[in-house]
């Protein structure tokens, strides 16, 4: 095997390329290419994150995730309100339609992990979902 065939940063960059091409192909009907399904998804199970909050876990800059949440309210997928605590910084919300979406963009989303994991056994899955939490960790800690 070459050593490009055994770089698990390879593979982890064509399933970054292939995912992002199917999945705002998926999703460019409903105005959310270019990622911008990332931010409902992670708003969906962690709703009321500060803008800072959404940066670091989507390990964007923010003055990316300001543009997009602006985007996104503009389409009317998410609000912004005013943190109670810190009156510089703002918490982000799922609007009512986003809400209502949802169930269908983690359909489509949940459609893309049973593609990329067809024929794995169980087992074979958790193990590479393991490697996976393991090595983004490994990322996030030069990052930091």
């Known amino acids: 095997m070459n050593r490009q065939e055994g770089s698990?940063?390879?593979w982890i960059a064509t399933l970054f390329r292939?995912?992002?091409?199917?999945?705002?192909r998926v999703f460019e009907p409903l105005g959310l290419g270019k990622g911008l399904y990332l931010y409902l998804a992670l708003l969906s199970r962690d709703e009321g994150l500060t803008q800072h909050q959404v940066a670091?876990?989507?390990a964007l800059d923010e003055g990316t995730?300001?543009?997009a949440v602006q985007k996104l309210m503009d389409s009317g997928w998410l609000r912004r309100e005013k943190d109670g605590?810190?009156?510089?910084?703002y918490r982000v919300f799922l609007a009512p339609s986003a809400v209502e979406a949802m169930p269908n963009i983690l359909k489509e989303l949940e459609a893309w992990d049973r593609l990329i994991t067809k024929g794995?056994?169980?087992k074979e899955a958790e193990l590479a979902l393991?490697?996976?939490k393991k090595s983004a960790a490994n990322a996030?800690?030069?990052g930091r």
Not at 18 to 24: A, K, M, W
Not at 85 to 89: E, L, S
Request: aromatic share 6%; proline share 3%; charged share 35%.
């Open 120 to 122: 794995f056994t169980d």
């Open 18 to 24: 292939r995912s992002r091409v199917h999945l705002d």
């Open 130 to 132: 393991n490697f996976l």
């Open 65 to 67: 995730v300001a543009r």
């Open 140 to 142: 996030d800690s030069i």
């Open 85 to 89: 605590r810190d009156g510089r910084a």
């Open 56 to 58: 670091l876990e989507l």
């Open 8 to 10: 698990p940063g390879r």
